[in-house]
Structures are given as structure tokens and as C-alpha cells.
DNA sequence: TTAATTCATAGCTTTTATTCATCACAAGTT
DNA sequence: AACTTGTGATGAATAAAAGCTATGAATTAA
């Protein structure tokens, strides 16, 4: 009889019971125990009754009168407890630190003809609004975008309207104009402003398929000429650097859109930007999340960040 | 709406939810994870919102239709709880392993005249009988032996009746008569025994005070004379061995309980051992415990070890 | 003996966990 | 568009547990 471990309980053991056991360790006392727990002697005594009887071993040896003695494998059942307790502390402060929206890792996605122009004035920015967030960066397609965030590889992505997925919410950020590129002895030089319809018949150098800003041109300008020549089917690799330099070096005229003026320092003097005519053709630029995706205050402070970085003449949405 | 974290239970995280979350990571999927938990889906839903809200972060996105997805923070987190449930498996272990009543440390306490005579046979069959007790001796006198005893220092110790303290239990383990140890050239040497009342008058070698083998011999042999000469007085700090040694030197006689004759094979033929006429004095050797101490089973191993060693001229007692 | 202390037990209440049935939502299919 | 299917969330009811107060049993001290 005195001896008998008896089966009280099914369930598990519980951080509930592991905490009693400290406290008992600590106070020597089960009354004491209790009230360091904010509980009743009877619950604690209940509670670490059950729990060596799970366990299946006498964790207490207890004496009316004098105070209570640790047993050498409740000695051992205790340390482990700490333990148990410790890491079930930091599982919390883990959870803490990771309230923070604006710290852990976020990765972004940002097509080709916007990364090179968005970036390098955006991420110096977020870095200085959200130190411990860190950015990782993919540059490609709308659609391989598309397909990362979708299946989660992607936190975010910054793409070009039109578009819309089921399951994806979008927000504009800004709408971007277009503008023509010539090279400094284009018959064009003296015009202030372009119209679309000037395009026609004009062999412009855009982008390869897959890029949106090639197929947002092409809708804009009516009846321009498009990979018909030679150069323009070299391009299909290229970025939208590559035809700027091949509009400074005289072998032809393109679009571009606005932001990409602000980094053409080195051949500024051998282009000439022409703004279209109001109302010019233009992109809206915006961001781009999954539904269900937790960590929204994250994507609110990268598009405010965005929106108030000064990005030469684009129109800021709200 | 879509973000805020309700506040919805003031208890602290369970085992159980950990449990839960590191299933959903595992199944990818809510009700599965309900499934390998043997609970329903909504009690694992609710669980896991109980213990996001707690956290104050979101662990899974959720999107019907397609899979889950864990959050980076989620991650984290389950990585962690993982690690909790761990070391408490781990706690589950070293209370299995100590559910073994006969591994573990035992610290035993037995009296200067019983250990030298009782342990040498006590200890290899002991080793062989549980071979995961890891034995501490402590020998000393019955009151030393006492205090540790109740303060929980030891688990058990070896004395010899009589022996009755509060909150301590013995059991007698046995009967060992008294002998009388003489040189071999003294003049009882042809005798076949000796009475008690032979020894009035007769200079005893003993031990000093605090062995209660001294008291018992007084006891048992009515007028002897002890203490008295300068001799007598020189054995304050010694043993029965010191004494027995004396013996064989011709300094004197002495009564020796009946287990040391074993131990004396290189001046046996310097000593004559004769027993008492019966009904000889004896001393009753027991066991005591705390009496709620929880290793009880241990303690009878002991018990039994002992009164199946076979220790020549004593009598088993039950 | 009488108090006082301490842990265990009993009966009852409150809280929490769980289930079943159903809802709401998103994707595909027709 | 209207179904169908698969998913997690929600509501009401119930089972389980954890809790408290009051009391008991054992021990020690006066």
C-alpha cells in the first residue's frame, strides 16, 4: 500500500505541473509552493500527485511537521524540469522578438524594368526605417513572380498593372510615364513633346516577350515596328540598360519609362528624353501579396517607404 | 480585422499546443495534424489560435484550398517547440530509468562494530544482487548515524537494538551473541564457556563511550570493572580491532561480538574465542528508515541480502 | 492532553478542452 | 454562372480538468 504508485490520469504532463515541482523544490514547503504559483495547497498537492503517478516514480518524500525532502530521482526530475521550463521561456521571447513586423527576413519580388530605378533609392531608405529587417531581393518576369509568391517563396512582389490573380491582393504605388529616347543627332531634337501616333512605323528597340513594359509600349504607340530588324532581335536578352547605351551610341530610338532618367548620368549627353504629350501613355507601378499573408504592417511600411521616396516625375497613388 | 491578434486566454502555453503546432508543420494541414493528434479538427484549430494569440504572432498562413504555409516566425517558434518537447520526453526518460528501485544512490549508515564484520560479505553480494545501486557507506556512532538518518543525509543505517526514534522505522535483521575473547595463555583457556557473572571483577578491555556495543557488554556481565586503568582508559578513540590486537598481545581480555571471530585468521592462534553458556548475551542487529522514505523496496533488498549472507554464529531473525 | 503545523482528501464550482454540426471561403468543374 | 469539393473557422453543447473551501489525519511541540 504505502509503496503503490497509483494510475490517476491519461493526459500528458503540463509546463502547469513542471512549474509546482520547482516551486516545491524551492520552498521545501507545498503551502509555501502554492502560493508562489497563485494556487491552493490542495491544487498543488493534487497536481504533483498526478504527475508522479504518470511519471511513476516519488518525486517528494513527505513528513508532516518537518519540512519536505527531494527524492534523488525527483532531484534529477526537477533539474530536467528547468530545463524543460527554460527552453518553453524562450520559446516566448522567440515569439517576442518576432512580433516585431519590421525585423526578420522579407523577400521581394521586383520585375526587370523597375529594380534597376526602385531600389537603389529604396533599400538604403527601408534599411534606415526598419533596421533589422532584412531584404532579400529576386529580380525577374511578372509571371515567375507571380508563380513564387503564389507558392510562398516570395513575401512580396513589385509589378506593373495590369494585374490580377485570385488569392493575390495588389495596391498601386505610383503611375509612371513614358518617355521617348533619342539620340542627340535625331531628327526629333528640336520637338518638345512626342505623340504616340509619331511612333508609328518608327522601329523601336524594346525588350524581349516576357517583359510587361515591352507589351505596355507596344499597346501605347499604335503601329510602331517591332522586332522586324536584326537589332531588335538581339535584344531579346537584354535589359533596358542595354538599350539605353544602344540609343547613345546612334543605332536607334526606344521608350522608357520615367524613373530610368534619374540613372543615365554617364550618357546623359548623348540622349535626349522627350516627354509624350499629355496624356502620355504610362504604367502604374504596384505591390502585389498573398490574401493570407500575416505580415501586412511589413508590406504597409515598404509601400509608404516607396511612396515617400522621391522618384523623379512619377505621380504618387494613394 | 485581417491582422489583430485576439486576446483570448490568459493560461500560459501547454505541451499539448506544441504538440499540436509541430504536427500541423509536419502535415502541412489542419486536419491531418488533427488526425495524427487524436483530436478533432476544431480543437486543434482553436488550440493553435489560443497559442497564437498568447504569442502575439502568427505561426501558419492560412489559404483554403491550397496547403498551409508557415510563417517565418511560425518556424522559429515550432523549431523551438520541438526542442521543448524533447527535453520533456527527456524528463520522461530519467523518471523511467529511476522507477527502478534498485539503481540510483543508497547511502547507507552502519556502526563501527557492525561494518567491519557485516559489509566485507554485505557488499559483493549486494553489487551482484543490484548491480546499478551505487552504495555509500558511512560508518560511524548510533547517534551520528541518527542525525544524518532524519535529516535525510542517509537513507538507512545498520545499528543494533535497542532503537526507537519518532518518525523512524527498523526491522530486526539479526541475533549475534557476545564471545569472550581471551589470550592464549590466560588462565580460563580449558574452559568450554563462560558466564556472564565469571567476568565481575575482571578488567574489560571496551571501547569508548558513544559505541553502544560498550553499554551492551556492561550491561550483559553485572560488576565487571572498565574504565579503570590506564590501559582502559587509552582505547577512547580505538576499534574492536585495536582491541582484539591487544588481545593477542596478552594485555588483557575482552567481549567481542560473534561476527568478528570471522575476521580474525592471522592471530587466531593467539586468541581463545569462548561463548557464554546460554542463554548468552547477544545484541539484535536491525535496519532503520525514515518512515516515509520512498524507496522502501530498496531497503528490503538490502534486508534480504543481508539475512541470506551467510554470517557464521548468528541467527536470522524475522 | 491540547495546539499548531502540514500535507491529503472530499465535495463542489469554475474554467478549459473537446466534439459534432455547420458555416464561409476559395478553386475547380460543369 | 451555378455546382462541387476541400479547407479551416465558428457555435452550442458536453466532457474533462483544474481550481477552491472545508475538513481530516498525522506529527510535533508545549
Redesign the pocket.
Known amino acids: 500500500m504505502q509503496n503503490r504508485i497509483v494510475f490517476l ?3 500528458p504532463m ?1 509546463l ?2 513542471l512549474r509546482y515541482i520547482v516551486a516545491v523544490s524551492q520552498k ?5 509552493a ?1 502560493q508562489a504559483c ?13 504527475l508522479e503517478g504518470e511519471l511513476g516514480v516519488r518525486l ?1 518524500e ?7 525532502r527531494i527524492t534523488e530521482i525527483g532531484q534529477q526530475v526537477i533539474d530536467q524540469a528547468h530545463i524543460v521550463l527554460q527552453e518553453a521561456r524562450i520559446l516566448s521571447e522567440i515569439a517576442q522578438q518576432g512580433k516585431d513586423p519590421l525585423s526578420g527576413t522579407f523577400k521581394l519580388g521586383v520585375i526587370y524594368t523597375i529594380g534597376p530605378y526602385l531600389l537603389p533609392s529604396l533599400i538604403p531608405k527601408l534599411k534606415q526605417r526598419a533596421p533589422n529587417l532584412k531584404l532579400i531581393i529576386e529580380e525577374n518576369f511578372t509571371a515567375n513572380l507571380y508563380q513564387w509568391l503564389k507558392q510562398g517563396t516570395l513575401d512580396a512582389i513589385i509589378i506593373s498593372y495590369p494585374f490580377a490573380e ?2 493575390i491582393e495588389t495596391s498601386a504605388l505610383y503611375e509612371e510615364p513614358f518617355v521617348v529616347a533619342l539620340p542627340r543627332d535625331h531628327a526629333w531634337n528640336k520637338r518638345k513633346e512626342i505623340l504616340p501616333e509619331d511612333l508609328a512605323q518608327q522601329d523601336l528597340m524594346l525588350l524581349g516577350a516576357g517583359h510587361c513594359f515591352r507589351d505596355q509600349v507596344i499597346k501605347a504607340c499604335p503601329n510602331c515596328m517591332v522586332g522586324n530588324s536584326e537589332i531588335t532581335r538581339s535584344l531579346e536578352g537584354g535589359s533596358l540598360e542595354t538599350i539605353r547605351h544602344m540609343v547613345a551610341a546612334g543605332t536607334g530610338i526606344t521608350v522608357l519609362p520615367h524613373t530610368s532618367i534619374l540613372h543615365s548620368h554617364h550618357d546623359e549627353r548623348l540622349i535626349d528624353f522627350k516627354p509624350f504629350k499629355a496624356p502620355a501613355p504610362s504604367r502604374t507601378v504596384a505591390i502585389a501579396w498573398r ?1 493570407h499573408y500575416p505580415r501586412k504592417d511589413t508590406i504597409a511600411t515598404i509601400r509608404e517607404t516607396i511612396q515617400t521616396t522621391p522618384l523623379n516625375g512619377v505621380e504618387i497613388l494613394q
Chains 1, 2 share one sequence.
Open positions: 490520469n491519461l493526459n503540463t502547469t505541473e521545501n514547503h507545498f503551502g509555501l502554492a497563485f494556487v491552493s495547497q490542495p491544487t498543488l498537492s493534487i497536481a504533483i500527485k498526478k517528494f513527505r513528513s508532516s511537521k518537518n519540512e519536505i485570385p488569392g490574401k
